[in-house]
């Protein structure tokens, strides 16, 4: 395994100056808050994955951006879904890094497992003749980067980057930077790009001060063999396995903080209006 870099994505920092590669598909419109939520997919994930798996493509275009090469694929009108992005990447290493099309749809399915609701609804497909990721495209969104590479923090609350934190610890991420993480018009967060995710190295990516409650006890409260069931087919027992241990040190990582700064300063409980976007 190669070296990865350690990243810290500290609350409100610049997010431009860990930016490993480029916007892999920042999906843009104005970037400022019109109240509207591109988390349309809540409530009717069946459906979109569905759509997602056979609706006719009528055109592929290239996005032009992201070192993995990303398609947009334009569907047939009239269904819920008008476009996806389309990343075929078979697993492999590629230039020092481990990437696979299945790590996109991992996410996803670790993110319905948790409740998150950040990461859009992901699905295999083939499309001319290749098999990839079929993954909703998401608009209106800007991404970080377009904002500047740092983080809104007139629009985003610290409990958005804690969830970040905590799920890329998780998965192994650390090719989190600025092009990946979108905001829309209701001031969420939605994460794309995890096909660098997903690895055998069990080091934690990012370096963290403080967590989400509900998230993390929605991690914890998961089982190895539910992890198995959902998420070996696509990630191989290994990668769950490194799961587990990065699991681990993440709760040794959280009792040496709060033995240092106390539980209320370091496990931090969401308001109230914002605790269904966690855990269902």
């Known amino acids: 395994m190669p ?7 500290a609350p409100f920092v610049v997010l431009a100056a860990i ?22 997919w809540i409530g009717q994930a069946a459906r979109i994955e569905e759509e997602l798996k056979t609706a006719e493509v009528v055109r592929l275009e290239d996005i032009g951006t992201g070192v993995t090469r990303p398609r947009r694929a334009y569907l047939k009108p009239g269904g819920i879904v008008d476009s996806l992005t389309w990343k075929v990447l078979p697993p492999a290493y590629r230039h020092g890094y481990w990437e696979s099309y299945k790590s996109e749809i991992a996410a996803y399915e670790l993110d319905k497992l948790l409740g998150l609701n950040m990461v859009p609804p992901a699905v295999e497909r083939e499309i001319d ?30 409990e958005e980057i804690r969830k970040m934190q905590l799920f890329d610890d998780f998965i192994g991420n650390s090719d989190r930077n600025a092009g990946n993480i979108l905001v829309d018009g209701a001031n969420e967060v939605i994460l794309i790009d ?8 069990k080091e934690l990516p990012v370096k963290f001060e403080r967590v989400d409650a509900d998230l993390w006890n929605a991690i914890q409260a998961l089982s190895v063999d539910g992890l198995r069931v959902h998420l070996a087919p696509l990630i ?22 709060v033995a240092k700064n106390g539980r209320a300063r370091v496990i931090i409980q969401a308001p109230p209006r914002h605790r ?3 855990i269902k």
Do not use: Y
């Open 3 to 9: 070296h990865r870099l350690r990243i810290s994505i």
């Open 19 to 40: 930016c490993e590669t480029p916007a892999v598909f920042a999906q843009a419109t104005s970037p400022a808050a019109s109240g509207k939520s591109a988390k349309t």
């Open 129 to 158: 003749g290749s098999v990839g990721a079929a993954i909703m495209w998401v608009s209106p969104t800007t991404s970080v980067k377009q904002m500047g590479g740092k983080v809104p923090t007139d629009r985003i609350g610290g």
């Open 194 to 201: 995890h096909s660098r995710a997903f690895i055998e190295n």
């Open 236 to 257: 191989g027992d290994r990668a769950v396995d490194a799961m587990i241990e990065r699991r681990d040190r993440i709760r040794a990582a959280i009792d040496e903080l």
């Open 276 to 278: 269904s976007l966690v």
